[in-house]
């Protein structure tokens, strides 16, 4: 999946490395503005079903976490909590952000997923970081799960890798990183301009 976010809005927290120094800190892939809102963006490549109970149940787990983590990290760092540094290093927009009246939005993006398994997703999502929400005074409607088809018409994706192209990748009998090596080529290959 392709993210195409502006750089004076957004934060990719793993590349910048602040939470990954952390011991046992999670984090999402983003956290970016969109109309008003605060919205931290976690990207899986697939995930359990929600039949298989315990390895839906440790996935939802940890997703909750990194959603729990960022939302403290953006706080603690917006207050000072560590060191300027910190804020320091969030573009512009989201240094002028005031703590008081921004808007979260939490959204898991799962590659691949059929429709119906979204909706069993999102609600256990919402169910495992119930506390979280009331404390923070986020609505159940602020919590998404999609899958790339969705997260693409709402406009949290710009581009993804067809399955049939993936496929025919593993068909190759590419696997781990050679197949991950032939996925960037192929996002190269087949740029999309900033909305």
Wanted: glycine letters at 4%; hydrophobic letters at 40%.
């Amino acid at each position: 999946m392709r993210f195409l976010y502006p750089d004076n809005q957004s934060y990719w927290v793993e590349k910048h490395g602040l939470v990954s120094d952390m011991e046992g800190i999670k984090s999402c892939e983003v956290f970016t503005l969109i109309k008003g809102k605060l919205v931290m963006i976690e990207a899986k490549s697939s995930s359990p079903r929600p039949d298989n109970n315990v390895e839906f149940d440790e996935f939802i787990a940890e997703v909750g976490q990194k959603f729990i983590d960022t939302l403290l990290f953006y706080n603690a760092a917006m207050m000072e909590r560590y060191s300027k540094d910190y804020k320091q290093g969030f573009p512009a927009k989201l240094q002028k952000q005031s703590l008081k009246d921004i808007q979260y939005s939490l959204c898991l993006i799962i590659y691949g997923h059929q429709d119906r398994y979204m909706p069993p997703i999102q609600d256990a999502l919402r169910n495992h970081l119930r506390n979280v929400l009331k404390l923070w005074n986020i609505p159940d409607i602020n919590v998404l799960a999609l899958n790339h088809e969705n997260a693409k018409n709402k406009g949290l994706i710009s581009q993804y890798l067809p399955k049939p192209q993936l496929d025919e990748f593993k068909n190759q009998g590419l696997k781990d990183e050679s197949l991950i090596v032939k996925v960037k080529q192929w996002f190269v290959d087949n740029p999309v301009a900033m909305p």
